[in-house]
């Protein structure tokens, strides 16, 4: 996955982007790019988007909310974001730092008190866990028997997502701390120390903290069930081509575990995920400080991808004139990616209801930046 994204920041590099006032002014050619796309990468259903600092500039969607049925896609429906839902796990402790509840530099002992933490984890911050250079392994710290098992445990989501920081912290790291290793476990870590913060369930403060504060009245946790209109939505999609099959929302298998939440159970309509981006283009729009902004952006140090908190962050992408955060996600049954440039003051989304989607998502976010007008 992390090849994929960083090929993709790579191959934005050569387009060109206009003035925000062009950008407004004519959506014509991001409708053809969309029609464009949809119809040779045929997805079974295709959104996207485009944000400058004031807000949503255009959006457009294109196929349909099942392969078996004939209810067209809308803007009403609600898209799961997979992984992209770290960068609001990020943001959400970037907001607890800021109010004074939380520390960036808080050592493990404090963050979990009682638990038997290993002396090799001596000296690693929360930060090392979030850039995903702890030295933490989803094949150790989660493996098979998680996801075969989780869906069904009755503690409480907080007990659950605790177990697994202490399946990761009573041990030596499996990997090499400061090497980038990409782990979902990481941030279900970070997920369980807000919650060791605010006594609260993550869900819980995610509501209280970043959606209701931003106005993101569609966003929710696992499988969408209902568009914002409070009729049908689009379903996710496994396979590909004629084997592709609709999963319906209700099926255990929709979504990943829900103490996976914190590193990637996130859902919400188009517009509201644009409304979410927009704090990129306005260093926080008053619910983050500036300067927290850029401790999201900036990508942690060593060799390996440029991440940042939640984000791939590549230094210097000529039509951005500065950094790119960039992010994908999925739960294998859908696909979002975010591309933001926040030097330029645009951000573009692409959505798709489908696991396989990666070509027709990235297939549209290229041709939506090269788009833009002068």
Same mark, same amino acid.
């Given at each position: 996955?992390?090849?994929?994204?960083?090929?993709?920041?790579?191959?934005?590099?050569?387009?060109?982007?206009?003035?925000?006032?062009?950008?407004?002014?004519?959506?014509?050619?991001?409708?053809?790019?969309?029609?464009?796309?949809?119809?040779?990468?045929?997805?079974?259903?295709?959104?996207?988007?485009?944000?400058?600092?004031?807000?949503?500039?255009?959006?457009?969607?294109?196929?349909?909310?099942?392969?078996?049925?004939?209810?067209?896609?809308?803007?009403?429906?609600?898209?799961?974001?997979? *992984? &992209? @839902?770290?960068?609001?796990?990020?943001?959400?402790?970037? !907001?607890?730092?800021?109010? %004074? #509840? $939380?520390?960036? =530099?808080?050592?493990?002992?404090?963050?979990?008190?009682?638990?038997?933490?290993?002396?090799?984890?001596?000296?690693?911050?929360?930060?090392?866990?979030?850039?995903?250079?702890?030295?933490?392994?989803?094949?150790?710290?989660?493996?098979?028997?998680?996801?075969?098992?989780?869906?069904?445990?009755?503690?409480?989501?907080?007990?659950?997502?605790?177990?697994?920081?202490?399946?990761?912290?009573?041990?030596?790291?499996?990997?090499?701390?400061?090497?980038?290793?990409?782990?979902?476990?990481?941030?279900?870590?970070?997920?369980?120390?807000?919650?060791?913060?605010?006594?609260?369930?993550?869900?819980?403060?995610?509501?209280?903290?970043?959606?209701?504060?931003?106005?993101?009245?569609?966003?929710?946790?696992?499988?969408?069930? *209902? &568009? @914002?209109?409070?009729?049908?939505?689009?379903?996710?999609? !496994?396979?590909?081509?004629? %084997? #592709? $099959?609709?999963? =319906?929302?209700?099926?255990?298998?929709?979504?990943?575990?829900?103490a996976l939440g914190p590193?990637?159970?996130?859902?919400?309509?188009?517009?509201?995920?644009?409304?979410?981006?927009?704090?990129?283009?306005?260093?926080?729009d008053g619910w983050l400080?500036?300067?927290?902004?850029?401790?999201?952006?900036?990508?942690?140090?060593?060799?390996?991808?440029?991440?940042?908190?939640?984000?791939?962050?590549?230094?210097?992408?000529?039509?951005?004139?500065?950094?790119?955060?960039?992010?994908?996600?999925?739960?294998?049954?859908?696909?979002?990616?975010?591309?933001?440039?926040?030097?330029?003051?645009?951000?573009?989304?692409?959505?798709?209801?489908?696991?396989s989607g990666q070509a027709?998502?990235?297939?549209?976010?290229?041709?939506?930046?090269? @788009?833009?007008?002068?």
């Open positions: 996955m992390l090849n994929r994204r960083m090929l993709l920041a790579s191959g934005l590099a050569a387009t060109t982007v206009g003035t925000q006032t062009a950008l407004a002014r004519d959506v014509a050619p991001y409708e053809a790019a969309l029609d464009e796309v949809f119809a040779r990468s045929g997805p079974v259903a295709l959104a996207g988007g485009v944000v400058n600092r004031e807000g949503l500039v255009w959006s457009g969607v294109r196929g349909v909310r099942r392969v078996d049925a004939n209810d067209p896609a809308t803007l009403d429906d609600r898209w799961h974001l997979g *992984s &992209n @839902t770290k960068a609001m796990t990020a943001a959400l402790y970037g !907001r607890l730092v800021d109010q %004074g #509840r $939380a520390d960036w =530099d808080a050592p493990l002992d404090a963050l979990f008190p009682g638990l038997m933490i290993d002396p090799a984890w001596a000296g690693t911050s929360l930060s090392d866990f979030m850039h995903h250079r702890a030295g933490v392994k989803d094949a150790d710290a989660l493996g098979m028997v998680f996801f075969m098992t989780a869906r069904g445990d009755p503690r409480p989501l907080p007990e659950q997502r605790r177990a697994v920081v202490e399946r990761i912290l009573s041990n030596p790291p499996t990997g090499t701390k400061g090497a980038f290793e990409y782990a979902n476990a990481n941030y279900i870590l970070v997920g369980a120390a807000i919650e060791t913060i605010t006594g609260r369930a993550w869900e819980a403060v995610m509501q209280a903290e970043l959606f209701a504060p931003l106005g993101l009245t569609s966003a929710g946790f696992g499988a969408p069930t *209902s &568009n @914002t209109a409070g009729g049908a939505n689009v379903w996710g999609h !496994r396979g590909e081509g004629a %084997g #592709r $099959a609709a999963v =319906d929302p209700a099926d255990p298998g929709a979504d990943n575990p829900p590193a990637g159970t996130a859902h919400m309509s188009l517009t509201d995920y644009g409304r979410w981006l927009r704090l990129f283009l306005t260093d926080g400080k500036p300067e927290t902004v850029r401790r999201l952006a900036t990508p942690g140090a060593g060799d390996g991808p440029p991440y940042a908190l939640g984000w791939i962050a590549p230094p210097q992408i000529p039509w951005a004139e500065g950094p790119v955060l960039t992010h994908d996600g999925s739960n294998t049954l859908w696909y979002a990616t975010a591309v933001v440039a926040p030097a330029r003051g645009l951000a573009f989304i692409g959505l798709s209801n489908q696991g027709a998502v990235s297939g549209l976010m290229r041709s939506l930046i090269a @788009t833009v007008p002068n």
